[in-house]
Each structure stands twice: as C-alpha cells, then as structure tokens.
C-alpha cells in the first residue's frame, strides 16, 4: 500500500487523540485522588504485536514501561486466545516492570474476527497491601513485602467482569472501596479505545490502519535519526548518585557511557552499582523509560511517542546490578527516586555533547509522601502524593519553580482535597526562597509542605538530593538541597535522612522541602533586573542576591511593582 503522508498525519493525530480521550475517562471516572486530582496514570494504543503507536501526554515514565507490559501479556495470552471483551490486568514488577501499585489493564480490539489494536492503561492505586499503607515501605528487602503480586490474568471475558477475582484482589488492599472504583474506571478507558479504534476502522478500512500504524513508527524512526545528526558522535560518560536505600545512606552509584554513532545511541550502563538489600532497585524496562526520555528530550522534545524510538536506541544493563535487579529486590521506591537518578546521568552524559540542549539538574526526586492508617470513623485510608521541586536551568531560560521534572509530571493534590478526603490538616504550602541554584539562567525554586497528622499513622516520605544537591552546568551553580523534619505535638524538632518510614502521633508535623533546581552559566552573568525581580517574587533573599549575584538591591520592593 502507498503512503500518504497527509494521511500519515491525519491517522497520527487520531491514534493521538485515542490515546488521550482515554486518559480523559480514566480521570473522569475514577474515585481515588491519586488519580482524579493528580493523574497519575497513562493510556496508550499499541499495534496487535505489542509495538507503541501513541500514548497521551501523562507520564514519561510510562513511555518504556507500558510497551514491556503489552508484549509481556501478549506472551501469555498470544492473539489467537484473546477475544472480543478481554482484558487482562498485571502489576508484578518482574513481568510488567513497575512497582506494584502501578496496575495495568490490557484490552485487544477487534474488527470482526480481526485483531485490530491494543489499548492499555496503566494507574497508581492508592494501596495493593503490604508492609505499610500505601504500600511504598523504604524498609522492604523484597517484593512480597511490598503488596499483591498479580500476574497476568483475565479481568474480564468476553466482556464478562470475573467479579470473583476482583473480590480477591480487593480483599487483600485497605482501601476495598477505592480499589474497586479505580478498576471499573481504568476497565472504561479501555472501552472507550476500543470503541473510538473500530469507528477508525470502520471508516478507512482495517487494513488501512494497520498499514499506517507501522508507518506512524517508522516516520518516528527516520525523524529521530535525522534529529540524531545535530549530536556530535563520540561516548560520553557521566556518574551519578543515589542517596542509600532506604535502610543506609550509604551512595550508589549510577554509571552510564552513551555513545552517539551512525547506527544510533547506545547506552551501556557497565560500572553501575550492583542491587541494593533496599526498595530503591529499578527493572529494565524502568530503565529504558529513562534512557527513551532522556535522549528524546535532547535529540527532539516535539517527537511523538512510539516504537520507533527503541528502533534507534540500544540498552545495556548488566543483571544483577541497580538497574536491571534479579528477583526478589524491592523496587517500589524505584520509579521515586532511581528513575529520576538514570535519567539526570544519561542528560549529564549527553550535556557534554550539546550543553546548549541539556538543562541542569532538576530536583531529583518525585518526592514522595504517604500517609496511612484508620480515621476517626474506623475506615482505612491511604493519601498518596507526590511534590514537584525546582527545574535545573537551561540556555536561555530559567527553571521552572515547584515542578515535577524528567520522569513524571502529575498534578498536586489541591489542599481542600486533602484535608476533605483525610484526617490531616495542610499548615504551609509554597516554593522555598533561595532553594533554586544561582545561574545566569536561575534553578528553579522547590516546594514546601506541612502537614499535620489528625489521627495516628504510618507515614512514608522519600526524597533524594538531600546530601548532594542538584548539579549546575556551564557554571551555574548547585540548587539548594531537599530536608525533611518532623515537629513533635510538645514543639521540638528533629531532621529526618530523605528516606523514612515510621508511626507517627496525632498532632505531629512532617515538614518536607524538595530540592532545586541547579543554575545554567555564571550566576554574575544574570541580568541585575532578573535578579531584582526574583528579589520581589519571593524566590531570592536580598541576602543571596548580593552574594551568589553581586547585585544590591538599595530601593525597597514597592518601587518596583509587578508589571
């Protein structure tokens, strides 16, 4: 069949647009916050071989993730067994490579007898069992301490819901009722492709769009090959640091060499540390997801996602070590912190390469923070977020303040929806002054939260950059490092490392600041007006702008109002 390339486009955009009506029912539907508020969540349309032709714009993360989890369920369930209604649900990590509260549901789609397509969506479920609540412990050894493992299996046949499944899974989380919604939710994103998938083929033939679905993917081949030649070829080699596992904060190194030639990127994590005793182990296809990520956003950020992105890039992770973990190691604690840490080495690696097109180190660390237990009416339940934090500057351009960075970019959960929805009360909410570092082009700033538990709880807060602070490039300088405290109910207060888990009493504060960003170019080569104007906003002291800048600041803040 001859390719037109308006057509091309046109199918392009429609898979796209599949991919996000889907995102838009799941977070429609669902009834736990995580994924409502903050969207944490991802949908995707996939060739009937597994192959990504598009997925809506929620969580990079998810780009190398969700593609090992189609091919791995479509090696249990190959297409002849699969039929018009199934849909079959995964967490475990060493099949679908994420952590356990990441459940995926897989859907095949049909034309007639015909496979189509394949629709996934992948979510965060507020809890799976385990340890603690939230099931995200920074103390497990191994994964069955970090909740239910559930294989490959068929939720629904022949559009038959297997309820007595659903009850077994929901048997074994503390939060039964949210549990439930969030399945029924993610089960009518997959309808909902599928449904939009047959009228697409309804309208220019399947054979069509299986023609132009492999061309979707090539065209991302050629195109990131093209964009490959504005790289100078060479390796380039970068080390980075992860800050302990959980039960030591001893570092960890992240090693990789990326090698830029005709042939593509090769990426060869060789050196990296073995695996951690702690949940901080990442699996391959977490892995790739950074890799992906990161030399997207160098080569072309514009790059609609798809297969044809690993058709270019080869992987290389030694087993056995933090990024390709054998079974058991805990890995929840992965996608939180070790995923932000592979991607910060690749761009480190590739910054030597093309500085202009690399930003500074970002936050490090999706932050997270969670907090579970009974409330005052008996009931179990679990909050579950995670906070944004500084962008590392860029040429040209400032970081962005109080933002998830790299690997994830949810929403934060509105504070009214917090303290409605658990027995907490939110204290402080904001960007920390002087937390972004000094540059010609600024870090951006991290946030700060405190909240205050209403009732007893197990709380689990882990973070990163709190004793190496986000790196700066072309001489800008570091950002300020993350910390975390706990205020007592008498008043006293007491630093925590960046990774705990421990029961806490009513009427005690946890205190959680993220790390900024690092600066881009010399700080005393930023404009003085910049300077001033950071002064205003709140995000530089007058103390740090005459000594990171050289700038002083003789007039008060009224003379200058806000444009």
Same mark, same amino acid.
């Given at each position: 069949m001859r390719?037109?390339?308006?057509?091309?486009?046109v199918?392009?955009n429609?898979?796209q647009?599949?991919a996000e009506e889907m995102?838009?029912?799941l977070?429609?539907t669902?009834?736990?916050p995580?994924i409502?508020d903050?969207?944490d969540?991802?949908t995707?349309?996939?060739?009937?071989?597994?192959?990504?032709?598009?997925q809506a714009?929620?969580?990079?993360?998810h780009?190398?993730?969700?593609?090992?989890?189609?091919?791995?369920?479509?090696?249990h369930?190959?297409?002849?067994?699969?039929?018009p209604?199934?849909a079959i649900i995964?967490?475990?990590?060493y099949?679908?490579?994420?952590?356990?509260p990441d459940?995926?549901?897989v859907?095949?789609v049909?034309?007639?007898?015909r496979l189509?397509?394949i629709?996934?969506n992948l979510?965060?479920?507020v809890?799976v069992?385990?340890?603690?609540?939230?099931s995200?412990?920074?103390?497990?050894?191994?994964?069955?301490q970090?909740?239910?493992?559930?294989p490959?299996?068929?939720?629904?046949r022949a559009?038959r819901l297997?309820?007595e499944?659903l009850?077994?899974?929901a048997?074994?989380?503390?939060t039964?009722e949210?549990?439930?919604?969030?399945?029924?939710a993610?089960?009518?994103?997959?309808?909902v492709g599928?449904k939009?998938?047959k009228e697409?083929?309804?309208k220019?033939?399947s054979?069509t769009?299986?023609?132009y679905?492999?061309?979707?993917?090539?065209?991302a081949?050629?195109?990131?090959?093209a964009?490959?030649?504005?790289?100078?070829p060479?390796?380039?080699?970068?080390t980075?640091?992860?800050?302990g596992?959980g039960?030591?904060?001893?570092?960890?190194?992240i090693?990789?060499?990326v090698?830029?030639?005709?042939?593509?990127?090769r990426?060869?994590?060789?050196?990296?540390?073995?695996q951690v005793?702690?949940?901080v182990?990442?699996t391959?296809?977490?892995?790739?997801a950074?890799v992906y990520?990161a030399?997207?956003?160098v080569c072309?950020?514009?790059?609609p996602a798809?297969?044809?992105?690993?058709?270019?890039?080869?992987?290389?992770t030694?087993?056995?070590t933090?990024?390709?973990?054998r079974f058991?190691a805990?890995v929840?604690h992965a996608?939180i912190n070790t995923?932000?840490r592979?991607?910060?080495v690749?761009l480190g690696?590739?910054?030597?390469?093309?500085?202009?097109?690399v930003?500074?180190?970002g936050?490090?660390s999706?932050?997270n923070?969670?907090?579970?237990g009974?409330d005052g009416r008996?009931?179990?339940?679990?909050?579950v977020?995670?906070y944004g934090?500084g962008? @590392? *500057?860029?040429?040209?351009?400032d %970081?962005m303040d !109080?933002v998830?960075?790299?690997? =994830?970019n949810t929403r &934060?959960t509105p504070?009214?929806?917090i303290?409605?929805s658990?027995p907490?009360?939110v204290r402080?909410y904001?960007l920390?002054t002087?937390? @972004? *570092?000094p540059?010609?082009?600024? %870090?951006?700033? !991290?946030l700060a939260?405190?909240? =205050?538990?209403?009732? &007893?709880?197990t709380v689990?807060?882990?973070?990163?950059?709190?004793?190496?602070g986000p790196?700066?490039?072309?001489?800008g300088?570091p950002?300020?490092?993350?910390?975390?405290l706990l205020?007592?109910?008498?008043?006293?207060?007491?630093?925590m490392?960046?990774?705990?888990?421990?029961?806490?009493?009513?009427?005690?504060?946890?205190i959680?600041e993220?790390?900024?960003?690092g600066?881009?170019?010399?700080?005393?080569?930023?404009?003085?007006?910049?300077v001033?104007d950071?002064?205003?906003?709140?995000?530089?002291?007058?103390?740090a702008?005459l000594?990171?800048y050289?700038?002083?600041l003789?007039?008060?803040l009224?003379?200058y109002?806000k444009p």
């Open positions: 390719t037109d390339p308006v057509t091309l486009e199918l392009r429609a898979f647009s599949v995102g838009v029912t977070t429609r669902a009834l736990s995580n409502k903050r969207r969540c991802s995707a349309v996939y060739t009937p071989e597994g192959a990504l032709v598009a714009e929620h969580i990079p993360l780009l190398g993730l969700m593609p090992a989890v189609v091919k791995k369920v479509l090696e369930f190959p297409a002849e067994d699969l039929a209604g199934d995964i967490n475990d990590p099949v679908s490579g994420s952590h356990l459940v995926c549901l859907s095949p049909f034309a007639g007898r189509l397509a629709v996934a979510a965060h479920h809890d069992g385990g340890m603690v609540p939230g995200m412990s920074t103390t497990a050894t191994e994964i069955f970090e909740g239910l493992r559930i490959p299996v068929r939720i629904c559009g297997n309820r499944l009850q077994v899974l048997h074994n989380v503390r039964t949210e549990f439930f919604g969030d399945i029924q993610q089960l009518s994103a997959n309808r599928g939009r998938l697409l083929a309804q220019f033939g054979g769009l299986a023609h679905t492999e061309e979707i993917i090539r065209y081949e050629r195109r990131f090959r964009a490959l030649k504005d790289v100078p060479g390796t380039y080699r970068f980075d640091y992860l800050e596992d039960l030591s904060e001893d570092l960890i190194a090693t990789a060499a090698t830029v030639g005709p042939a593509g990127v990426v060869d994590f060789t050196g990296t540390s073995p005793k702690g949940p182990n990442a391959r296809s977490v892995t790739l950074c990520f030399v997207k956003a072309d950020p514009d790059l798809s297969e044809g992105i690993a058709r270019v890039v080869e992987v290389v030694p087993p056995g933090l990024v390709n973990p058991p805990a929840a996608n995923a932000q592979i991607a910060d690749v690696a590739l910054a030597q390469a093309v500085p202009h097109k930003a500074a180190a936050t490090g999706m932050s923070f969670t907090i579970g009974e008996g009931r179990y339940y679990s909050y977020e995670t934090g962008q @590392g *500057g860029k040429a040209g351009q %970081g !109080g998830h960075v790299n690997m =994830t &934060n504070v009214e929806v303290e409605m658990y907490v009360l402080r904001g920390v002087d937390s @972004g *570092g540059g010609q082009f600024r %870090g951006g700033a !991290g939260r405190e909240i =205050t538990l209403l009732e &007893n709880a689990s807060v882990s973070t990163e950059r709190s004793l190496i790196w700066g490039l072309a001489g300088l950002g300020r490092k993350s910390r975390c205020e007592m109910p008498d008043g006293t207060r007491k630093v490392p960046g990774k705990f888990t421990r029961e806490l009493h009513r009427g005690t504060t946890v959680l993220t790390a900024g960003g600066g881009f170019g010399p700080p005393h080569a930023r404009l003085p007006e910049a001033r950071d002064v205003r906003d709140g995000l530089v002291s007058k103390a702008a000594e990171s050289g700038v002083v003789t007039e008060t009224e003379e109002p």
